[in-house]
């Protein structure tokens, strides 16, 4: 039976799976994958980053906090980031914005990082209450919130040994399953980093840069909707990263700390894998590109299904694909900011390169012999 025959046969025995929890799973697929979503969402990622805007920092820091200290302001793509530094010694992270959707990203983003303070096996920011005991401050034009500082290393400055790749995974399924219990408010709001909008990226392929990689895009988009989109429905959907990527990973003295949930979401549970293992592809002598070492300490903790283990390179490369596709976009519309909106694009292309020879049975022998070492 071919490549094509297996997915098939799988889909005609999804479409008889009518369970309850099926098609509570369907509804949020839906909604993402429309027009209206993918415009709202296109729309937030095409307006300028909050960094042109006054810093009040050090206003709403005392305001809300009854804290002052020295601040400074970090690179982001869209909320302004503010370091602060405390006199006692701490250091914590200022997330602010002046754009009405941030309110629901950070309402999302400082609920799941306080349903994830108590969790094990991974370390994440701790958010800080105001002082009237809320997880966020909103007021006319401005909303945000504070958090701890994970201190520690980002992934993308450490050399990936297999024996930290192996951990990266593992930290990785911990924060999944840590994640599968929250229910997050606004988990539905627009993300265009949301797999429901990945068919409608190649709209912006006028802005790739013409080549192979451009040609590898186009294939990889063209077989996530052949094999993946059809499918999409029966994975584990929960509330998810969705951008652990190796600037968001950071290796502390602890363990494997996460990052920046501001893309974090209501999506297929495998996403977080794809989305990491896409990142750490980078040795051509190994079929995975040295992925293969993440992908085992992942399932090592959450075992892969069939049907995730089947999609998973097509997904990978899909990510990878979508990577490269917003961000020559971004950098089109904000070319003064393009070598920080670029920073994981030549990694995503060199990882596609390295993935492409594989097929969908070669692929998924690669994933099943990944999770079946030792």
């Known amino acids: 039976m071919s490549d094509h025959d297996d997915l098939v046969a799988d889909q005609q025995r999804g479409r008889h799976n009518s369970s309850a929890a099926a098609s509570s799973r369907h509804l949020p697929w839906a909604a993402s994958s429309t027009e209206a979503y993918f415009r709202a969402a296109a729309a937030i990622l095409s307006t300028p980053p909050d960094g042109l805007q006054p810093d009040m920092s050090a206003t709403l820091l005392k305001r809300y906090y009854g804290l002052e200290g020295s601040i400074a302001v970090l690179s982001s793509e869209v909320e302004r980031t503010a370091e602060v530094s405390l006199s006692d010694g701490r250091q914590l992270i200022l997330k602010t914005s002046a754009r009405r959707e941030a309110i629901d990203s950070f309402r999302f983003q400082s609920a799941a990082l306080a349903a994830l303070q108590d969790s094990a096996g991974f370390a994440a920011p701790t ?90 895009v186009r294939t990889a988009m063209a077989e996530y909707m052949r094999f993946v989109e059809p499918q999409i429905q029966n994975l584990e959907w929960q509330v998810t990263h969705n951008d652990p990527s190796p600037f968001n990973t950071i290796v502390t003295s602890q363990g494997l700390g996460f990052i920046d949930f501001g893309d974090g979401c209501w999506s297929p549970r495998i996403q977080d894998l794809a ?17 293969e070492h993440l992908i085992a300490g992942y399932a090592a903790v959450v075992p892969l299904s069939a049907l995730e283990a089947r999609l998973l390179v097509i997904l990978m490369r899909a990510r990878q694909s979508a990577l490269i596709l917003v961000n020559y976009w971004r950098s089109h519309l904000f070319p003064t900011d393009a070598q920080y909106i670029k920073k994981n694009v030549a990694r995503a292309e060199r990882g596609l390169t390295i993935l492409a020879p594989l097929t969908a049975a070669s692929g998924e022998a690669a994933v099943l012999a990944a999770v079946s070492q030792p």
């Open 127 to 216: 958010v800080i209450r105001t002082s009237g005991g809320a997880l966020m401050f909103e007021e006319e034009g401005i909303s945000g919130y504070l958090q701890t500082r994970v201190e520690g290393v980002s992934l993308h400055k450490v050399t990936p040994a297999p024996d930290l790749l192996f951990r990266t995974g593992s930290a990785l399924g911990r924060l999944d399953l840590a994640l599968a219990q929250i229910n997050a408010p606004a988990a539905h709001r627009p993300i265009l980093w949301h797999i429901g909008c990945w068919s409608r990226l190649m709209e912006l392929e006028e802005h790739l840069p013409s080549g192979s990689v451009a040609e590898s």
């Open 275 to 291: 989305i990491a293992a896409s990142h750490v592809v980078a040795d051509p002598a190994l079929p995975l590109g040295g992925a």
